[in-house]
């Protein structure tokens, strides 16, 4: 009767228990799936986030392999160019060749008809056909001159022959080489296309989405003020003393340079030339964007260009600085001396490198679209003791 009794108070205990361990069950597949989808989320909150850290990052991404691309396909074109002259010389050394050939193959097919009369008749009665001994002589020695040239015939038919069969093979090979090459470029010219459309789409993106507009200006905000801090360094590294021997004498630090108005490049103001030819599309100064509002400043001035326009030195000087800085692309810094300084950038070429002397009026680059938002230009500064200036007032109207 207890054990019945424990039995009927048991069964539903155990009863609730099944139950609770069955709702755990579904709490902890419902938790579950929860937690996979948290995970999920948070995955997708990563990527976005590191596909918006930084938008000059994917920018500069896309410009440096488009450079590659762009350099490869040069290359490719270049290498295709000498191989089809290559091509095109020995289709005319092929004419030339089979000219020659067919001429000497009709000579020498005249000779072989005279040869085999002449072994048809025997030379006998040629020899003997003379008057007397000595004109049997020259008829002999004749007739040896004439062997001596029908075998130099021989051989330069043979080797005409071998000539022309070595030229055939060349050919081929440069004609497989140009289809190739064809196909390389082809391949090259695709992946630039792609890489340009996708600088196409992130280019409309900051010109169509107020947020990705916002964080481009961000950027391009933070990206001046390393310059800013880039030209202070390289100021600071110009204007110290290369080392020496340790002095035992304590020595006055020198003076700042001064940005001497009255001499080399501070007496040129409103008389430099331009860098290049072209439109000022973006002034010196505040600036605000006429559909989002938002307001920066601009250190320098745009002068569109079309894409490889040459661009020059305003000034005699030393470049202090050549490459890629982000939100510039590639760049030219130039030390003046007396604290001034330009700064040449969104170049597509290079043309200088650094601690070179120039010359006012040297080519120093080709204008480009490296890190530029809206196109082909060439982005110029004048900074003076590391200030920017507005270049306009500097350049001869």
Aim: aromatic letters at 6%; hydrophobic letters at 35%; a positive charge.
């Amino acid at each position: 009767m207890a054990v019945l009794v424990m039995w009927l108070l048991l069964v539903p205990a155990l009863d609730a228990l099944a139950q609770r361990t069955s709702d755990l069950r579904v709490q902890e597949k419902a938790l579950g799936k929860v937690r996979g989808q948290i995970r999920e989320e948070r995955g997708r909150v990563r990527e976005a986030k590191e596909r918006e850290a930084s938008l000059l990052s994917e920018l500069e991404g896309i410009e440096r392999r488009l450079t590659a691309k762009r350099a490869e396909w040069k290359k490719l074109a270049e290498a295709l160019r000498r191989t089809s002259a290559e091509v095109r010389r020995l289709e005319e050394e092929l004419e030339r060749l089979e000219q020659k050939t067919s001429g000497r193959q009709e000579l020498l097919a005249q000779r072989l008809r005279t040869l085999y009369k002449l072994r048809s008749e025997g030379a006998i009665p040629v020899l003997l056909a003379g008057a007397d001994l000595h004109e049997m002589a020259v008829r002999t020695r004749t007739l040896a001159v004439v062997a001596s040239g029908d075998r130099r015939l021989l051989a330069t038919y043979a080797s005409v022959g071998r000539e022309l069969q070595d030229r055939h093979v060349s050919l081929e090979r440069e004609r497989a080489k140009v289809t190739t090459l064809r196909g390389q470029a082809k391949t090259e010219q695709r992946a630039i296309d792609q890489e340009g459309e996708r600088r196409r789409s992130l280019l409309a993106r900051v010109r169509e989405e107020r947020a990705t507009h916002e964080r481009m200006v961000e950027e391009l905000v933070k990206a001046s003020r390393r310059l800013e801090a880039l030209v202070q360094e390289l100021q600071r590294r110009a204007a110290k003393p290369p080392p020496g021997p340790k002095q035992t004498v304590r020595l006055r630090p020198a003076p700042e340079p001064s940005a001497a108005p009255g001499e080399g490049f501070g007496a040129l103001r409103g008389m430099l030339p331009w860098p290049t030819d072209g439109k000022v599309v973006s002034a010196y100064g505040p600036q605000v964007h006429p559909r989002f509002g938002t307001r920066t400043f601009r250190n320098g001035i745009d002068i569109e260009a079309p894409e490889g326009t040459q661009f020059k030195a305003v000034y005699p000087g030393t470049v202090l600085y050549t490459g890629w800085f982000k939100g510039y692309g590639n760049m030219i810094i130039l030390d003046h001396g007396h604290g001034y300084y330009t700064l040449y950038a969104h170049a597509s070429e290079l043309r200088v490198r650094e601690g070179e002397s120039v010359r006012q009026g040297q080519i120093i680059g080709r204008v480009g679209e490296t890190g530029s938002l809206a196109g082909p230009r060439l982005y110029f500064e004048v900074r003076s003791q590391g200030r920017p200036e507005d270049p306009q007032r500097w350049l001869h109207n």
